[in-house]
């Protein structure tokens, strides 16, 4: 379950909150009691964010932003999806696989994302999307002028910019997916300690690899 109190239709007044809570979950349900949104997620991303309206109205907006930007919808998505991958969030993930989907994108380019630096699916430019999300989510911003001037030949500034704000912004969104332990990002840690046998004890590992008595 999420890290933070799910809130109750009954306890919400801001009208901006109901409006999704009423578009997402249907006018009748308690989205913080009966779960499961229209696309088959849970919803606790929005009943959780609601703990604060301004923070859910300012988050909204940025879905909103997207979808009017003058940016191919499939690089945006592009974006987002290997956002969420290299990220670590199967939520951000699953659901823009979904997008990309909807978008009519091939199914052999959905499926490499992961590992897309060895696909031939790819075309230069969706190549460079790719190569400048790692760039933005694994190396802290560092992109190599050469996957730039790339973006630079197919893009204009404004797309770019674009391209860069909402790649960065779905980031967020993974990130606080997973701290928060929400949607699809309520899993265990997947790094624990495997018990050894049994009656393994105390023993020495590091004198069995050294051959030691």
């Not at 990309?100 to 696909?119: C, F, N, S, V």
């Amino acid at each position: 379950m999420p890290r933070l109190r799910e809130i109750p239709r009954a306890e919400v007044t801001d009208e901006n909150i109901l409006f999704f809570y009423d578009r997402l979950f249907g006018p009748d349900k308690d989205p913080a009691v009966d779960h499961g949104t229209a696309t088959g997620t849970p919803g606790d991303w929005w009943t959780v964010f609601a703990n604060d309206p301004h923070v859910f109205r300012h988050a909204t907006r940025g879905f909103a932003l997207y979808r009017k930007a003058e940016l191919d919808p499939v690089l945006r998505e592009l974006g987002q999806c290997r956002a969420g991958w290299a990220r670590g969030s199967q939520f951000v993930f699953s659901q823009h696989c979904k997008q990309m989907r909807a978008l009519g994108m091939p199914e052999d380019k959905i499926a490499a994302i992961p590992y897309w630096h060895t696909a031939d699916c790819y075309s230069p430019l969706e190549r460079a999307v790719l190569a400048y999300t790692d760039g933005i989510v694994l190396d802290g911003g560092r992109v190599a002028d050469e996957t730039f001037e790339v973006l630079r030949e197919h893009l204009t500034d404004k797309e770019i910019l674009l391209l860069t704000y909402i790649t960065a912004l779905y980031e967020m969104h993974a990130v606080m997916s997973k701290v928060l332990k929400l949607e699809y990002d309520d899993r265990p840690e997947p790094i624990v300690e495997v018990d050894a046998p049994e009656g393994y004890g105390s023993r020495d590992i590091s004198a069995d690899l050294a051959g030691e008595d």
